[in-house]
């Protein structure tokens, strides 16, 4: 602690007054205070004795700090004289003005100095690109293509040039400068493209393949192929510049190889002319198999050829494949790997789908049993397509490339496949060649030897239906159809889960074939009466009663997979609706057929002249024909119960039609009325044996089903009304008013209004007679 560390502490009491005199919590005594005093006097003679050595000892510190003090208030004092002129100055003169002026002066010149160097450097820049513009074209007169590409290559850099360009604003050169390198571009694309044809070479009659490694153009000297193809990869142009090649490759060699039904190998050949111009050649030749002793390609038949084509050696084929990519990946992409996996990119989807269409998806087995056979092709196929990738024609990564061991593994749902095609086509071939008509002379009876013995040859017509007490005639496209799609789910029964699912679609598609190809095949015969119609028919029934059957029946049997998918029960209704559109059409048909020919009575009107009953007997007999018609073609084929409600519709429209028509008549004569009770009477007994059909079906139906028997009047409401009306129709209830007639027609002619209002009355009491029939 310094002398004069104690001018700057603080004077603590205990230290003047020791313990001993006073205590700290009691206060002090006068005694005390006074004894303080002096000891705080001579204490503070002490420190004035202190501070006073301590100034005398540093005295010449003191003295420079002091005349320091002194000169730096003369200097300030100075400055301020100084400042003092310069504002007076100022005052008196405005040089601030100049000055400001002066600086801006300088500010312009320094940036139009530095503007002009920058456009400076800017013709400079472009003049040089300019230049290395036109250095490109003369680097491609005499040949130096790596040169012109590399100088593309760095001209694309420098003039921002994207693939998609951004609409700025920009110096107009720049523009022009892009033009011309797009220009340039162009040319030496062009030239490359040019070159790489005229190296590679396809000669589809010899089945030659020749690259030349040097080139020549107008105006240039000789030029390597590798250099050809490198000014390509540096200009960015190899994708194009090789798809050229790439397609005809695939064109002429890949697919003659592949496609051809005899076995080919390939020939390799290295040749050098005496110019120093090396080419090589690849060759497609025929096996020794395939000639004669005179070195000529034996001539096959198509059955040969076929069974060469399902002889294909898989390890031949691959070899034979493996040496066309080789020649290319030395001959064209000279070893290197990233042009040789480009040009693969190029060809491999093709050349994949080839060797699958041709060779793969014909060795798939025929049957299951057959599979192991096929595990020798997978292995073959696995190490073709690792030397692919040794070679980086695909890639070692991407599962994707892998397209010919993924289709091998897959070759389950390959063969579920190409059965399922197997079992389309053949539903198909059923459809389109039947001709939906029944053998001559086959009835549902077979009374007769003969039908008995067409009946026995063609019980596959004949079939049971589920859910229905009776039996029916169907095409044999149908039973066909039906049989196969049995066949098809007793396989999915018991196949494995990817098998089984294609096979289960194979039997729903093979249904819905029916319903996609029948209706368009037979469009004519559907729009009128026939035998077809009514198969059809029945054969829409028959489908649509087997497909709700099939569930119940192989459910159970199905893998577990398959089982919550697999649904039968949503094609029935289709079927069903078919069958009855095609019965309602048939049976419209039929009464616009009979409205046609009841039209020809003319409303049975005036009767009781020849002329008239004549026209409306050939009506009815035409009403008769047609329905006769109709028994023929529906009795024998359509169910017994859906023939009953078929022809009771048919008939309950031409009655109906034939009693409104009488009971709209104004007014009948005696005779007329007679005529029109034989009209009803003929109509019924010329239909009396299609009456007694229709009983004989309702008997059947009856007994099958246990409910009482119906008779024909209930069967047909309006045929009661007919008959009904016959009896109203008689003679002798209309004679009085013929008598009356006769004797009204001789009165004088004075009495001619009572005369009308006495024939009004009695024609009014007729119409009121017969309007008692119910209808």
């Known amino acids: 602690m310094t002398s004069m560390d104690v001018l700057f502490g603080s004077i603590d009491v ?3 007054l020791s313990t001993q005199d006073f205590e700290e919590s009691s206060p002090l005594s006068a005694p005390d205070l006074r004894l303080l005093i002096d000891r705080l006097q001579v204490r503070s003679i002490h420190i004035k004795e202190k501070v006073r050595d301590y100034i005398l000892s540093h005295h010449k510190e003191f003295s420079e700090i002091f005349s320091r ?52 450097v800017l013709v400079q820049t472009i003049e040089n690109l300019r230049g290395r513009l036109r250095s490109v074209r003369e680097d491609l007169k005499i040949g130096r293509l790596i040169d012109a590409a590399e100088a593309v290559r760095d001209l694309k850099k420098a003039l921002l040039i994207r693939e998609e360009m951004v609409e700025e604003r920009e110096p107009l050169v720049f523009g022009l400068l892009r033009n011309e390198w797009i220009e340039c571009f162009d040319e030496i694309q062009k030239v490359l493209v040019r070159l790489m044809e005229n190296a590679v070479q396809f000669e589809p009659e010899t089945s030659r393949m020749r690259v030349k490694f ?16 490198k000014a390509m990869d540096v200009v960015g142009v190899f994708d194009y510049g090789i798809a050229k090649v790439a397609d005809l490759m695939v064109k002429y060699v890949v697919t003659p190889a592949l496609s051809n039904r005899c076995p080919y190998t390939f020939l390799e050949e290295l040749n050098q002319d005496t110019k120093q111009t090396a080419e090589a050649t690849l060759k497609l030749i025929p096996s020794s198999d395939s000639k004669d002793f005179n070195g000529k390609q034996k001539p096959m038949t198509s059955i040969q050829a076929l069974d060469e084509a399902e002889k294909i050696d898989g390890a031949t084929l691959y070899s034979g494949l493996i040496q066309v990519i080789n020649f290319i990946y030395k001959s064209i992409c000279f070893q290197n790997d990233r042009w040789m996996r480009c040009f693969g990119r190029l060809t491999w989807p093709r050349i994949s789908e080839l060797v699958i269409s041709n060779f793969l998806s014909k060795a798939v087995p025929d049957d299951a049993s057959k599979l192991v056979e096929f595990q020798k092709i997978i292995k073959l196929t696995s190490e073709f397509e690792t030397v692919l990738k040794e070679m980086n024609f695909i890639s070692a990564s991407d599962s994707n490339d892998e397209k010919l061991s993924n289709f091998t593994q897959n070759v389950e749902v390959h063969f579920a496949f190409r059965k399922k095609n197997e079992i389309l086509a053949k539903a198909r071939n059923l459809l389109l060649l039947c001709d939906f008509v029944l053998p001559p002379d086959y009835t549902r009876k077979g009374t007769s030897s003969k039908a008995r013995g067409i009946a026995e040859n063609s019980s596959e017509h004949d079939v049971d239906l589920l859910f229905l007490p009776e039996r029916c005639l169907v095409s044999k496209a149908a039973s066909q159809l039906m049989e196969l799609v049995h066949q098809t789910l007793q396989v999915v029964c018991l196949s494995s889960p990817r098998v089984a699912m294609e ?11 029916y319903e996609a190809i029948v209706p368009v095949k037979l469009e004519k015969q559907l729009d009128s009466i026939n035998q077809v119609a009514v198969l059809v028919h029945n054969d829409c029934l028959y489908l649509s009663q087997e497909i709700l059957g099939l569930a119940f029946e192989y459910r159970s049997d199905f893998p577990s997979s398959i089982k919550e998918h697999a649904v039968f029960v949503d094609m029935a209704p289709r079927f069903h609706q078919m069958s009855e559109e095609i019965l309602q059409r048939q049976i419209q048909l039929v009464c616009v057929n009979l409205k046609e020919a009841i039209d020809g009575a003319d409303g049975f009107q005036n009767t009781h002249q020849m002329q008239q009953f004549e026209s409306a ?7 008769v024909f047609n329905l006769e018609k109709v028994h023929i073609i529906w009795e024998p084929f359509l169910l017994p119960s859906t023939f ?61 089903e246990g409910f009482r028997l119906l008779q024909l ?4 409401p309006s045929l009661r009304k007919l008959r009904k009306l016959a009896g109203k129709l008689s003679f002798s209830s209309c004679m009085s008013i013929l008598n009356h007639t006769i004797s009204w027609e001789n009165l004088p002619l004075s009495s001619f209004c009572f005369q009308c209002l006495l024939v009004t009355d009695i024609c009014n009491r007729v119409n009121h007679r017969l309007s008692d029939i119910p209808d």
């Open 14 to 16: 205990r230290e003047l």
């Open 69 to 120: 003090c002194s000169e730096s208030v003369s200097r300030t004092e100075d400055i301020y004289t100084d400042v003092s002129n310069v504002l007076r100055l100022i005052s008196d003169h405005p040089i601030d003005v100049e000055i400001r002026d002066t600086v801006a002066e300088i500010r312009s010149k320094r940036i139009e100095l530095k503007e002009k160097k920058e456009l400076l």
């Open 214 to 229: 040097q080139l020549s153009a107008s105006g240039m000297d000789l030029v390597e192929l590798h250099t050809v193809v």
């Open 503 to 513: 096979f289960y679609h194979a039997a729903r598609d093979a249904l819905l074939l």
């Open 617 to 623: 007997k050939f009506a009815i007999d035409q009403v």
């Open 644 to 704: 009953k409600r078929s022809m009771c519709m048919v008939l309950d429209s031409v009655f109906f039609r034939i009693a409104k028509d009488m009971l709209l008549l104004d007014d009948m004569a005696a005779e007329e009325t007679l005529q029109l009770q034989r009209l009803i009477h003929l109509t019924l007994e010329n239909l009396s044996s299609l009456f007694e059909s229709l009983i004989a079906a309702n008997r059947r139906e009856k007994l099958q």
């Open 713 to 716: 009047d209930e069967l047909i």
